[in-house]
């Protein structure tokens, strides 16, 4: 990626010609070029029908709602929805809980994925492949099956109704993707680079804090802004194991708003949208995290 | 590239903060003789909301020092996570539950509630309830409904009527019918001027309880008995059951429902009629509120014409769970709920409360909405709900309609719906 933004000034002749040509033949976008932009851009704005429904919505009175339907735009701004729910679910409270358990559980599960893929990619402990296995399937599991098991051993362990207990759960089952990912980059881990370090004097746990995570750092701080998204938007678990309303995460307090025959559309929007935006916030603090790509790293 | 400063400093925040934050998990578990812990999930401005919410302030003002932590739950968490909550230490002292065999039923036979008979002879709930409400407090030992012991108290009813907007009616010169044959000529004018007569949502409840009716006209309350409480055999291809599908099938060829109505939610088909495009919805009083707060036109509720039962039953259960540490507050708290001053509030909400004091409901269509009740309450006219008898009957109900819409055969619909009946029904 760097080596493409080198080309300044000091490069040779022959360089230069040909990055010259090269804009000019940008310049001459031809129509298929733009046939592809209007595509793009229409495609674009579908993908964001559904947010723009949303937000109309959110700032709809249900009296308006009923009258005018779904579709149509807000007469006028009526922001008594969204502070309703915020008041109705405490939502401050609930952000914090939902921040929490997502944080929590996406350093911890990035923690615990480098140290197995450690020893699974660049260890290469026996019968790797079948813990891979095991860890794939593990991944593959719908959530309705672990639900109650994982409901009797927390009430065993005295985690039932806690949010360490979901950290842990989710930590666990986040790092099972982790480790499965990591290992197969790590196994390609350079390793002249592990073995000058060796050389050095570097030990097992120097190694692995000073060479590996270093490099591989890009690819960990996608999994963390992943896992951190995934935990957030995670309803099941959380809704089985957080009873009080005092631990609750944000996609449980949304389903206060759906009752047994009527939904309230409006504000469903109005919730939707204050559940979406910390997220969004997050992507855009680690976009650029995000577009270096998940398989990113590797050698400089 | 990456500044090495910063990903660690977020890193070390974030996991001090999840250190520091986890020491304070715990909560609940622990018993305190002073509060009632108290779920529902009403919203706080429908009828329930608005009269618990009064149940409540009266509760902590004739226990002083006692106070209600009430915490709103979503009606999916409750029924999906009550089994398992109830079997922990976290059980709230109270909570609303949905009625039925599979529901309450269901968690009566587990043992995870509280056996009520004696305080319901003791405080004479029984006397304030109709046998017609009752049948879905009472569970037997197979958790059956109509059983003998008492497992819940409602606070309200609820059934199917019409809603009808009175300007259409006027509008194209239709009169608003009191008998079956005057409601199919009504239809008949409404499609002959372009104007399809019922809003219908086959993807949902709607489109069944249309297929329910129609079969309750040709029925006894002996026949829903069979079908609900399996006192005999249910035969879902009689008589009564064909002519149901078949004039529902019927009714949507000549137009009286829309065809393409098949696809549609509750939420749509309802906010159709609020805005006033369809003459009629057939739908519950669980719709009351709703219209009576946003229609901007002139509108009433009648029972179906010329019916004498109707899908309907006794509403969301209280129910005390086993675990309940504060037994006694919570059956004070039930006695509050059903004082006249609490159901005439639920009453001018919008709600059909089941003890209320007619006189006191002051709003005129919440009044006729009463007594519409009472004359079915106590002709036995509530038959339930055509999913209720077999688990997991409500998908196979809504695929049932949507195939009668498409022009399946009733006779195949119906003879599919027995297969999952005799397969379902308990043994």
């Given amino acids: 990626m760097t080596t493409l933004t080198t080309r300044t000034a000091g490069a040779p002749a022959g360089e230069r010609r040909r990055s010259a040509r090269r804009t000019r033949r940008r310049r001459r976008r031809g129509p298929s070029a733009y046939a592809v932009l209007v595509g793009m851009t229409a495609l674009a704005a579908i993908m964001l029908i559904p947010f723009v429904v949303v937000v109309f919505n959110a700032l709809k009175s249900p009296a308006e709602y009923s009258a005018n339907g779904p579709l149509a735009p807000p007469e006028g701004l009526y922001l008594q929805g969204v502070r309703d729910f915020w008041e109705r679910v405490d939502f401050g409270r609930v952000l914090f809980n939902s921040a929490l358990i997502s944080g929590s559980v996406a350093v911890g599960a990035v923690l615990l994925s480098v140290l197995n893929a450690y020893a699974l990619g660049i260890g290469r402990v026996k019968g790797r492949m079948w813990v891979l296995v095991v860890l794939l399937m593990a991944n593959t599991l719908p959530q309705e099956a672990l639900v109650y098991p994982l409901f009797y051993l927390s009430k065993q362990f005295g985690l039932y109704d806690t949010r360490l207990g979901v950290i842990i759960v989710f930590t666990v089952i986040q790092s099972a993707f982790g480790t499965y990912l990591l290992s197969s980059v790590l196994s390609t881990f350079p390793r002249p680079l592990l073995e000058a370090a060796r050389i050095d004097g570097a030990g097992r746990w120097q190694i692995l804090w000073r060479v590996v995570v270093p490099v591989v750092r890009p690819t960990l701080s996608v999994l963390l802004v992943f896992f951190f998204i995934w935990t957030w938007n995670e309803f099941l678990i959380p809704m089985v194991f957080l009873q009080s309303n005092d631990n609750q995460t944000v996609s449980v307090a949304l389903g206060v708003l759906h009752g047994q025959r009527l939904m309230d559309a409006t504000m469903s929007s109005a919730a939707a949208l204050l559940g979406l935006i910390p997220t969004v916030v997050f992507f855009l603090i680690f976009q650029r995290t995000l577009s270096r790509g998940l398989t990113a790293g590797a050698i400089k | ?427």
């Fill in chain 2, 1 to 427: 590239m990456n500044r090495p400063g910063r990903g660690t400093a977020l890193l070390a925040a974030l996991a001090a903060g999840s250190l520091a934050l986890t020491a304070c998990g715990g909560g609940g578990g622990e018993s305190n003789p002073n509060e009632l812990r108290l779920w529902h999930y009403e919203s706080p401005d429908s009828a329930m909301g608005v009269a618990w919410n009064q149940a409540i302030k009266e509760f902590e003002a004739t226990h002083p020092g006692v106070k209600v932590k009430f915490e709103e739950k979503g009606f999916e968490q409750i029924q999906k996570t009550a089994p398992m909550v109830l079997n922990s230490n976290d059980a709230p002292d109270i909570l609303e539950y949905n009625k039925g065999n599979a529901t309450a039923g269901l968690l009566s036979k587990q043992g995870l509630l509280d056996d009520m008979s004696a305080e319901v002879a003791k405080r004479g709930w029984d006397k304030m309830l109709s046998p017609n409400i009752a049948v879905t407090s009472k569970y037997d030992a197979k958790g059956v409904m109509g059983g003998d012991k008492w497992y819940g108290i409602p606070n309200y009813a609820e059934y199917t009527l019409i809603y009808y907007n009175k300007e259409l009616f006027d509008k194209h010169g239709v009169k608003v019918p009191t008998t079956y044959d005057e409601l199919i000529k009504a239809m008949d004018q409404f499609v002959a001027k372009g104007v399809t007569p019922f809003t219908n949502a086959g993807a949902e409840v709607m489109a069944q309880h249309f297929i329910y009716q129609l079969a309750l006209d040709k029925a006894d309350p002996n026949w829903v008995q069979a079908y609900q409480r399996y006192t005999g055999k249910a035969n879902l291809t009689d008589q009564a059951w064909t002519a149901g599908a078949t004039t529902f099938a019927d009714w949507v060829k000549k137009g009286y429902i829309a065809k393409n109505s098949v696809s549609l939610k509750a939420e749509d088909a309802g906010v159709a009629f609020i805005q006033g495009k369809f003459p009629m919805m057939f739908s519950g009083t669980w719709w009351f509120g709703r219209v009576l707060k946003e229609a901007k036109f002139d509108w009433d509720t009648m029972l179906w014409p010329g019916g004498t039962m109707t899908a309907g039953s006794g509403g969301n259960l209280w129910v005390v769970p086993k675990g309940s540490k504060n037994k006694k507050l919570a059956y004070d708290f039930i006695d509050i709920t059903m004082k006249k001053n609490i159901q005439n509030a639920l009453g001018n909400a919008g709600g059909v409360p089941v003890a209320a004091d007619p006189a006191a409901i002051t709003e005129p269509k919440a009044k006729k909405l009463i007594e519409n009740f009472d004359r079915l309450a106590k002709n036995n006219g509530l038959a339930y709900y055509p999913d209720w008898p077999v688990p997991g009957f409500y998908d196979k109900w809504v695929s049932a309609g949507q195939k009668l819409m498409n022009g399946s055969s009733p006779s195949s619909v119906l003879g599919d719906l027995q297969k999952d009946y005799d397969s379902g029904v308990p043994k």
